[in-house]
């Protein structure tokens, strides 16, 4: 679970959310409303669960960006002053061994260089630069602001993103369905044709896909070229893998989907684009 910021001298900034990777909402200074993407987001319980998941409206956000463009504005001399802000935490899950928290951070850059970033292990504030040192030790004597950032990155951000998942996996299990399809067109290689399985409406993190070859699984090293998992804009994401293969060749293909407890197996029907006829 991520915030990113980003403030444009002293009265503009932009705030992004992301879960699991994707930007899941948005919100910014001239007044437009938060616009969260996913449906869970709105309704019931998730919506508010996601009203209080505070990244863009934290104490320590609001104080810190006041304070670095307050103090730090004037000595910028080529015009926009912009500074950056990270906040968020990543965990890993086990079956065996539960929840590990990966990583908790709250970051500051400064026209683009590292400015201040907040220590776990040592619940202070560190400066990057020597100029944030007037900074680090002003923000590391107010202990609310100390104990606040280190309370949220830590503890809730977790709480946060575990239940924020837990509806995301509820979602995608009632709404995605993966659309697979194997199909082949004439390749720029004299005698080839260009094998595809394209798989989209997925969610990002629960499928893979697998191109056999008669039984066999068909690797990069057999020259599969895979155009990795892109997003589609609706929170699902596609992804495409293809293969120069002979177009005079014996051998099946197919394309398997596994998406969590549910397997789907595609055949190339052995048709090739631009011909009315299988290739038999």
């Known amino acids: 679970l991520l915030g990113t910021y980003t403030a444009v001298n002293s009265d503009e900034f932009t705030c992004v959310l992301w879960l699991d990777g994707e930007a899941v909402d948005s919100y910014s200074s001239n007044g437009t409303d938060s616009v969260p993407r996913r449906n869970w987001m709105r309704e019931g319980r998730g919506r508010s669960l996601w009203k209080s998941v505070k990244l863009c409206n934290m104490k320590h956000w609001d104080r810190g960006r006041t304070d670095i463009l307050k103090n ?52 202070q504030w560190e400066a990057s630069a020597g100029s ?44 995605a369905q993966p659309t697979a399809a194997v199909f082949a067109k004439r390749s720029l290689n004299p005698g080839k044709v260009i094998l595809t399985c394209l798989v989209s409406g997925f969610h990002c993190s629960d499928t893979t896909v697998e191109v056999y070859q008669d039984d066999d699984i068909i690797t990069e090293e057999d020259g599969l070229l895979s155009s ?53």
């Open 132 to 175: 944030a040192v007037p900074m680090k030790r002003k923000w590391n004597r107010d202990r609310d602001i100390t104990m606040e950032t280190n309370n949220y990155i830590e503890h809730t951000c977790v709480i946060h993103l575990l239940d924020s998942l837990s509806f995301e996996a509820e979602e995608s299990q009632e709404t």
């Open 228 to 280: 990795g998992i892109r997003p589609n804009g609706d929170g699902t994401c596609q992804l495409r893998k293809s293969l120069d293969i002979s177009n005079s060749t014996e051998a099946s293909y197919s394309c398997e989907v596994q998406f969590r407890s549910l397997k789907r197996l595609v055949k190339w029907d052995g048709k090739i684009w631009d011909q009315a006829e299988p290739k038999h």
């Open 72 to 123: 730090y504005t004037g000595l910028n001399m080529s015009g926009a002053a912009v500074l950056q802000g990270r906040f968020g935490c990543e965990i890993e899950r086990n079956p065996d061994s539960g929840v590990r928290l990966m990583t908790a951070f709250a970051q500051y850059r400064w026209n683009g260089e590292d400015f201040l970033s907040f220590s776990l292990s040592r619940l």
